[in-house]
T-cell receptor, first 116, second 115 residues
Framework: AQKVTQAQTEISVVEKEDVTLDCVYETRDTTYYLFWYKQPPSGELVFLIRRNSFDEQNEISGRYSWNFQKSTSSFNFTITASQVVDSAVYFCALSEADYGNNRLAFGKGNQVVVIP | DAGVTQSPTHLIKTRGQQVTLRCSPISGHKSVSWYQQVLGQGPQFIFQYYEKEERGRGNFPDRFSARQFPNYSSELNVNALLLGDSALYLC??????????????FGPGTRLTVL
């Protein structure tokens, strides 16, 4: 069974500070995919980043970056120089390739509050 | 291009009633998934349909059912509503299942309140 754990519940930062969100996952599959989604107050889930289990290269995309470590089953996400518009709930999600579908297993989410 | 659309936006029902939620995927997408998001929690997978066939089912009771139409739109039905069914119901579309790399595009959701 797939499982995603996001330990922190609410994180408050002052604008322009960096914020890092932790994600730990469990899966028995060797092929899987990891995602980060953003959910603003409007409720719609917005895709941010995606990584597959064969690629541990960490990258930066604009103000977003991620640290994927298979050895510790972690997929952490960082927002650099936070802005008020970054205030939202952020979800880490896992999709296993062995299913006949692409169902996502989500963590409980991190509420990020950016204080101006 | 239009994104995933869902209707209605909000819905209020009483216990024991039945509800139908609707979803239209992105043009060209043939797969639709449904998720339930209870307040303060992450979304939970309910169903996935591809080419009108059920391709996956989450851990939900038989009161939950869904179907997909020839135009790839989908309906989620919930019978005998319970207070615990109050949640945001999200629909997501993707080009095809099986390739988990595919990003799922989510709609704005339907907020269901059961009184």
């Amino acid at each position: 069974a797939q499982k995603v754990t996001q330990a922190q519940t609410e994180i408050s930062v002052v604008e322009k500070e960096d914020v890092t969100l932790d994600c730990v996952y469990e899966t028995r599959d060797t092929t899987y995919y990891l995602f980060w989604y953003k959910q603003p107050p409007s409720g719609e889930l917005v895709f941010l980043i995606r990584r597959n289990s064969f690629d541990e290269q960490n990258e930066i995309s604009g103000r977003y970056s991620w640290n994927f470590q298979k050895s510790t089953s972690s997929f952490n996400f960082t927002i650099t120089a936070s802005q008020v518009v970054d205030s939202a709930v952020y979800f880490c999600a896992l999709s296993e390739a062995d299913y006949g579908n692409n169902r996502l297993a989500f963590g409980k989410g991190n509420q990020v509050v950016v204080i101006p | 291009d239009a994104g995933v659309t869902q209707s209605p936006t909000h819905l209020i029902k009483t216990r024991g009633q039945q509800v139908t939620l609707r979803c239209s995927p992105i043009s060209g997408h043939k797969s639709v998934s449904w998720y339930q998001q209870v307040l303060g929690q992450g979304p939970q997978f309910i169903f996935q349909y591809y080419e009108k066939e059920e391709r996956g089912r989450g851990n939900f009771p038989d009161r939950f059912s869904a179907r997909q139409f020839p135009n790839y739109s989908s309906e989620l039905n919930v019978n005998a509503l319970l207070l615990g069914d109050s949640a945001l119901y999200l629909c997501a579309s993707s080009p095809a299942p099986g390739s988990s790399y595919n990003e799922q595009f989510f709609g704005p959701g339907t907020r269901l309140t059961v009184l």
